[in-house]
T-cell receptor, first 114, second 112 residues
């Protein structure tokens, strides 16, 4: 089975712009979670989608949003980019929603905001 | 509230020596715990998971971890380090459906 794929892998944007990142989960997986990874804050949970519904949300401003499509693919959007949004954004898929299900991560999208 | 605690950022180990990475969890954490590894410029790869049952869990690449409820610990070990083990390792616990709280990570350096 193919793993979790994320596009693009690298992105450079300017402050004030917006960006959309894409994630395709493992075939058959219905849950997609997003995380932000920075050297200072480590790995932080953004949100989780299951059956096209946001089930869980982390402590991030409203500029961060996401959605999930009927084929379980997910996108996250960041509007009005700030320098502090520079990070590695990781997507993870899971078979179902629940604490006991392990998450499988994609390679990430490296976002640089200048 | 921090759910898992990893002590120490960088861990240096000689090739062939024991690798020991410590993780302690909050007592309120459900009985599911995970270790992930991240190689440079890559995502996280699941090393092993504890989901009740046997307290000694074996994972990939020769790693194992022991769940000790009395010590609220889930330390990761490998008897003999290999150069390919150089990576960053994260302990994680669920704090909601498909929501993981990660430790700060340990950067492992293997010295030849």
């Amino acid at each position: 089975k193919a793993g979790v794929t994320q596009t693009p892998r690298y992105l450079i944007k300017t402050r004030g712009q917006q960006v959309t990142l894409s994630c395709s989960p493992i075939s058959g997986h219905r849950s997609v979670s997003w995380y932000q990874q920075t050297p200072g804050q480590g790995l932080q949970f953004l949100f989780e989608y299951f059956s096209e519904t946001q089930r869980n949300k982390g402590n991030f401003p409203g500029r961060f949003s996401g959605r999930q499509f009927s084929n379980s693919r997910s996108e996250m959007n960041v509007s009005t980019l700030e320098l502090g949004d520079s990070a590695l954004y990781l997507c993870a898929s899971s078979l179902e929603t629940g604490e006991r299900y392990e998450q499988y991560f994609g390679p990430g999208t490296r976002l640089t905001v200048t | 509230a921090q759910s898992v605690t990893q002590l120490g950022s960088h861990v240096s180990v000689s090739e062939g020596a024991l690798v020991l990475l410590r993780c302690n969890y909050s007592s309120s954490v459900p009985p599911y715990l995970f270790w992930y590894v991240q190689y440079p410029n890559q995502g996280l790869q699941l090393l092993l998971k504890y989901t009740t049952g046997a307290t000694l869990v074996k994972g990939i690449n020769g790693f194992e971890a022991e769940f000790k409820k009395s010590e609220t610990s889930f330390h990761l070990t490998k008897p003999s380090a290999h150069m390919s083990d150089a990576a960053e390792y994260f302990c994680a616990a669920p704090v909601g459906n498909n929501r993981l709280a990660f430790g700060k990570g340990n950067q492992v350096v293997v010295i030849p």
